[in-house]
């Protein structure tokens, strides 16, 4: 059985993981800690805990049964914004967390009593030992505070990222952690928000360090398309090179991109379609000699990636299908 480690959080990650559950795989997520946005966020500064809201989305997608996911990701009417104190627009999972982390003792032992009621067998590990607080720098020099904020737009124009940081800076990385990094046959980044799903997990010094010393095979996997005030206007070549900003490195053997554009983007998002421009496709090994200035190839693999029922994101049989097919 292939141990497939997946770093992450956010509607991508559960989109990868919705396919990846349906093979012979022995899955370990690996969750930012970052989230402060939603009803995760209202819980994790009312009881001073860390972020629940990612780790129940991992519990509800690879549950074994849809009614356990239905019930777990069940959101009370009102406001998932409101106040932090009250019960409106929460989600019944992030409220059993809660309480699994208090009469369990920790937030360790409060994910495994939660995995064993939901018969989900994959594993599920925080990035970090501790909840952390996300900055971002824009390319103008001002800097943005909180996940939610950067997540929404939250802050006045230009909304253009250039990059991220961690407080604390080296926050603490379990052993369960590292040690599923250096057993996997399969490392997978993405796909997910690039500056407050993914970067928040690749910048965590150690989990960087063994990103770049590990000799397993790690995929990148970009986005089908662009959110408006976190990747506006990205191609393919931007993906890669956010990535180097942050890493000094692009530690990725193999890079997964959507090729079909042709599905019209709901206008009401105002996505549009990451490109696959001539940078990154000289910069793959599908190209003679081609190199990100001397780093090593990787391997540029295009395919039909996108759901047709809604192009923001991936088609979770399709992406699995590249995936294995790669393996």
């Not at 009881?47 to 129940?56: A, E, F, L």
């Not at 009469?103 to 409060?110: I, P, R």
């Not at 001002?142 to 991220?164: A, C, F, M, Q, W």
């Not at 190839?297 to 192009?311: C, G, I, M, Q, Y």
Request: hydrophobic share 35%.
């Amino acid at each position: 059985m292939k141990k497939i480690v997946c770093l992450g959080g956010g509607v991508g990650t559960m989109n990868l993981l919705k396919g990846l559950k349906k093979h012979d795989f022995h899955i370990t997520v690996i969750v930012s800690m970052a989230d402060d946005g939603g009803s995760a966020g209202r819980l994790r500064r009312l009881y001073n805990v860390p972020p629940p809201g990612d780790i129940v989305s991992c519990l509800a997608t690879l549950s074994s049964d849809e009614s356990y996911s239905k019930f777990l990701t069940y959101r009370f009417p009102g406001d998932r914004y409101g106040k932090d104190h009250e019960l409106h627009g929460q989600k019944m999972g992030n409220l059993m967390m809660i309480a699994a982390q208090n009469t369990t003792g920790s937030f360790k032992k409060g994910i495994e009593l939660l995995k064993k009621i939901f018969n989900v067998t994959a594993d599920i590990i925080p990035a970090t030992e501790e909840p952390i607080t996300l900055h971002a720098e824009t390319t103008d020099g001002r800097t943005i505070t909180s996940e939610e904020k950067i997540d929404l737009g939250k802050y006045d124009e230009p909304r253009v990222l250039n990059k991220i940081f961690l407080e604390p800076k080296d926050p603490k990385v379990s052993d369960d952690a590292l040690k599923a990094l250096d057993e996997a046959d399969c490392i997978i980044a993405g796909p997910g928000d690039l500056y407050t799903n993914i970067l928040p997990v690749l910048v965590v010094p150690e989990i960087a360090q063994k990103l770049s010393k590990l000799e397993t095979k790690k995929i990148f996997i970009v986005n089908v398309a662009n959110k408006p005030f976190e990747t506006k206007d990205y191609t393919l070549s931007d993906f890669i090179e956010a990535v180097k900003r942050h890493l000094n490195a692009f530690p990725f053997d193999i890079v997964i991109t959507n090729n079909n554009h042709e599905i019209k983007m709901p206008s009401q998002y105002h996505y549009t379609y990451v490109k696959i421009d001539e940078p990154a496709r000289n910069a793959s090994a599908s190209v003679a000699g081609g190199k990100i200035k001397g780093e090593k190839n990787f391997v540029l693999v295009e395919n039909d990636l996108v759901d047709a029922s809604f192009p923001l994101y991936h088609d979770p049989e399709k992406l699995t299908a590249t995936i294995v097919n790669n393996l």
